[in-house]
C-alpha cells in the first residue's frame, strides 16, 4: 500500500476515535466530512443520482444550535418524540441522504447514518429498534432486512436504508449499498461479549438487547443487557449486568438486596444455590424476581409467575455466564 493511502486511512482512524463533544466550531463540520466519506459512490449505481445535499441533525444541544453551520439541525425535527431514546443512546449526528433512479418515476432510496458516541450505544439503539427480527445478514457486525428497509450497525454507526417506487423484492440493491457502507465505515469492533452469555435456544443465541439506563427499571442498576425467553410456554427476561471489579458488584447487589428485601417477601435460595449470592423476591415493584451476583456480574430472572420457575431459568443463566 502506498505511503499516500496509508496516512490517509490513519487520519480517518483518528477522526472516528474522537466523540463528538471534542468538536467545537469548524470541527463539527470536519466530522460531516468524515461522514460523508461513507456515502455510497454513484458510479457503482449507474442508474441512480442524487439531485440534494446530504443534511445532518445532531442532539439537542443548544451549544450546537449557536454554531454558525446552517445544514444542521436538531433531531427533533427529524424523528420527533423518538428522539429521546436516540439521545439515551448517546446519539450525536445523523446523515442523511437521498437517492433518485434516473427514468423510473417517484423511485427513491433513503440513506440514515447514525453516529452514537460509541460501539455499544449504537449496537444499543440497533439492537431496541430490531425486536421480533429472527433472521440476519451478515454485515458487519449485524443486519436485517425486511421488505424495502434494511438495517445494520458497524462501530460508532447505526445505519438505515429504505427504498420505495421500485420493484426489488429481496432488496439486492440495498444489500450491495450496505455491504459498501459498512466497509468504508471499517471499524473492527466486535459486538458486545455480554450477549454470548446468555444461553443458547435451539443452536442459536437470543436477540439480546442493550439497555441503556434503568435495566429493570431500577435507576441503581444503571445499564445492562436483556434478552426474551419462553419455557414450557411461559414468556419471562433474563437480565445480566457486568461490572469493572468483583468489590463494587458486590457493594450494588447488596445495596440491589436492600431495596428490593423492603418492597417484598424475600424467598430461601434452593439448597443447591449458594445462599451468599443468590436472592428471590415475591410481589416487590418488579413482580416476582431471582437475582444472583457471579464474579463481577449481576444477573436473574424476571416475569416468571414462581419463584420454583425463576430458579430453574437463573439456574441455566448462571452456567451459562463464565
Known amino acids: 500500500m502506498k505511503i499516500k493511502q496509508l496516512f490517509t486511512l490513519f487520519i480517518l482512524f483518528a477522526m472516528v476515535s474522537i466523540p463528538l463533544g471534542a468538536y467545537k466550531g469548524s470541527k463539527i463540520e470536519s466530522i460531516q466530512h468524515l461522514m460523508q466519506e461513507f456515502l455510497p459512490k454513484l458510479y457503482n449505481y449507474n442508474d441512480w443520482t442524487s439531485i440534494e445535499q446530504a443534511k445532518y441533525y445532531v442532539a439537542d444541544d443548544s451549544t450546537l444550535k449557536n454554531e454558525k453551520i446552517t445544514n444542521v439541525q436538531s433531531l427533533w425535527e427529524y424523528i420527533d418524540g423518538a428522539a429521546e431514546i436516540y439521545n439515551q443512546y448517546g446519539f450525536e449526528m445523523m446523515q442523511i441522504k437521498r437517492y433518485n ?126 434478552a426474551d425467553y419462553q419455557m414450557e410456554g411461559k ?4 437480565f445480566l449486568k457486568l461490572i469493572k471489579d468483583e468489590d463494587t458488584a458486590e457493594a450494588l447487589f447488596e445495596k440491589l438486596n436492600e431495596f428490593l428485601g423492603k418492597r417484598g417477601q424475600i424467598i430461601e435460595a434452593p439448597d443447591e444455590w449458594d445462599s451468599d449470592i443468590i436472592m428471590a423476591y415475591d410481589n416487590t415493584m418488579l413482580g416476582n424476581v431471582v437475582i444472583f451476583l457471579k464474579g463481577n456480574t449481576i444477573a436473574g430472572v424476571s416475569e416468571l409467575e414462581t419463584a420454583k420457575d425463576g430458579f430453574k431459568a437463573a439456574e441455566e443463566l448462571y452456567k451459562s455466564i463464565k
Open 101 to 226: 433512479h434516473k427514468t423510473v418515476k417517484n423511485a427513491e432510496i433513503t440513506l440514515e447514518i447514525y453516529r452514537m458516541k460509541d460501539p455499544i450505544n449504537a449496537f444499543g439503539i440497533y439492537s431496541y429498534e430490531r425486536s421480533g427480527i429472527k433472521e440476519f445478514l451478515d454485515i458487519r457486525q449485524e443486519g436485517y432486512y425486511v421488505k424495502d428497509a434494511l438495517t445494520f450497525w458497524r462501530g460508532n454507526y447505526y445505519v438505515k436504508l429504505t427504498q420505495f417506487g421500485f420493484d426489488d423484492p429481496n432488496g439486492d440493491l440495498l444489500k450491495k449499498m450496505a455491504m459498501e457502507i459498512s466497509e468504508l465505515i471499517a471499524d473492527a469492533t466486535p459486538p458486545p461479549a455480554a450477549i454470548n452469555m446468555f444461553p443458547d435456544r435451539k443452536n442459536t443465541k437470543p436477540t439480546a438487547v442493550y439497555i441503556a439506563g434503568n435495566l429493570l427499571g431500577l435507576e441503581m442498576l444503571g445499564d445492562g443487557f436483556q
Open 235 to 238: 414468556s419471562y427476561k433474563l
